[in-house]
């Protein structure tokens, strides 16, 4: 019986993911951070049980990645931060008439992916877990270390290793006032703080006549649509198909490696997968469709694999996915919570086994890809087209930044908001600055909460 419940609680919750954020992947430029993670937060303050907010969370980044590869292929913009590294190749298919080609090959490539990435993972994390509590004995070291790998690898190098030091600074600060007014630390200010900082640095700039030098535009942009063109006989391609038989071994490869090095830049290991294996193709044409269906698998695997193996292994966000995108499934107060002084946990590390991980993930994965697959094949022209006519981005970003306000004030009042606000602002700039991505910053609140207080441990 308790299985059932928690079964149903997860197809519901995986309906819900799956169609949402299967719809919201036709926006272009709704990065998952700003989206994904805060909705997460809100499904799990509002007391999802854990199969339900597991399943939601992972139905949602696998339809999101998988609709996001329309507005890259048909209108040359990118759906998300994910979809950047496929622009290139997309716009290059664009120009031989063929993108109808890219967003199959793309949203198949993903599908394939999926599918293998999500029973890797928990193999990997099985793999991982007997050093799991030697793991939590360092692991504020080990926050350190990320911290500074990830910056390193990420666009920003070295600029945004150094601006890991006043950020940090900038957080235990923030962190020491709030205890003194509200006589509790925060967390979820800083969260969405970080979240959704390049949206309020944006529009920061939006208000300042300087600012607004940087980001207007002289006339409104335009963006041509591409036809739509059916390829296939029946009703729906099958994805086992539509790739060919070298594109379905490469692209089964790079999932399964990608789903391995969890501790990478999800970018970065797109972007190399795509490289490395996109070389062995010789025709040019071959070479190009190729890396779409690579690349865009590579999305889905990095991120379902930089989640479940932290989630499955360890309990604490040691990958820059966790760290960013899925930390509301690692702490989330007063719902999952890390205690940084006793480092021990009590989130979906702790309240779901390892098989749950794999049936409820897998049950996930397959919602929204019955979803978002047919929906992509064969309504992909209709539907960029009404988005791109119909959708407000305005009203997408006012409402986000309702939902921020509201959960900030259930936090800590008009306190969290403004350190929301702070931590947005400095977090945002950093980022168009620096190129210290949301990742960085995550990792830099995680130094700040573990790490600082062991180096001052050390010299009391």
Request: charge should be neutral; charged fraction near 10%.
């Amino acid at each position: 019986m308790e299985f059932l419940d928690a079964a149903l609680w997860a197809v519901g919750m995986a309906l819900i993911g799956a169609i949402a954020f299967g719809l919201l992947g036709l926006v272009s430029g709704t990065d998952e951070t700003a989206t994904i993670a805060p909705i997460t937060l809100l499904v799990i303050l509002l007391g999802v049980p854990p199969a339900g907010v597991f399943a939601f969370f992972m139905a949602a980044i696998a339809s999101k990645h998988i609709t996001h590869a329309i507005p890259t292929t048909l209108l040359g913009i990118p759906g998300d931060t994910m979809a950047a590294p496929l622009l290139q190749d997309a716009q290059m298919l664009r120009e031989l008439g063929v993108p109808h080609i890219a967003l199959r090959k793309a949203i198949s490539g993903g599908v394939i992916a999926a599918l293998i990435a999500v029973p890797l993972a928990v193999l990997f994390a099985l793999v991982l877990t007997p050093f799991a509590d030697a793991i939590s004995a360092v692991a504020p070291w080990l926050f350190l270390a990320a911290a500074a790998l990830v910056a390193v690898l990420s666009k920003g190098r070295w600029a945004a290793l150094f601006a890991l030091v006043p950020f940090v600074l900038l957080v235990v600060g923030l962190q020491t006032f709030a205890t003194g007014v509200l006589d509790k630390g925060l967390t979820i200010a800083f969260f969405l703080g970080i979240a959704t900082g390049p949206l309020i640095a944006d529009l920061f700039l939006a208000s300042s006549p300087a600012g607004r030098k940087l980001i207007g535009r002289a006339e409104q942009r335009t963006f041509e649509l591409a036809r739509d063109t059916r390829t296939w006989k029946g009703r729906m391609p099958n994805p086992l198909t539509v790739l060919d038989r070298k594109q379905l071994g490469y692209t089964a490869t790079a999932a399964s490696i990608s789903s391995a090095t969890f501790v990478f830049s999800p970018v970065a290991m797109t972007v190399l997968m795509g490289e490395l294996f996109g070389a062995r193709f010789k025709n040019g044409y071959h070479r190009l469709t190729s890396r779409m269906a690579i690349r865009n698998g590579t999305t889905e695997s990095t991120y379902i694999a930089e989640t479940l193996i932290p989630l499955i292994a360890i309990g604490l966000p040691l990958s820059p996915m966790a760290a960013s995108v899925a930390n509301p499934l690692f702490n989330a107060p007063p719902v999952y919570t890390i205690d940084a002084e006793a480092g021990t946990s009590n989130n979906l590390h702790d309240l779901l086994e390892p098989w749950q991980f794999l049936v409820f993930g897998l049950v996930a994965v397959v919602i929204a890809v019955l979803i978002s697959y047919p929906f992509a094949m064969t309504q992909a022209h209709r539907a960029a087209k009404w988005v791109m006519r119909k959708v407000s981005h305005e009203a997408i970003i006012g409402a986000f930044a309702a939902l921020i306000v509201v959960i900030c004030l259930y936090e800590g009042g008009i306190v969290a908001l403004l350190v929301a606000l702070t931590v947005g602002l400095v977090g945002g700039m950093l980022n168009r600055m620096f190129n210290m991505h949301t990742g960085v910053q995550f990792m830099g609140f995680y130094v700040a909460a573990l790490t600082v207080p062991a180096i001052m441990a050390l010299f009391a």
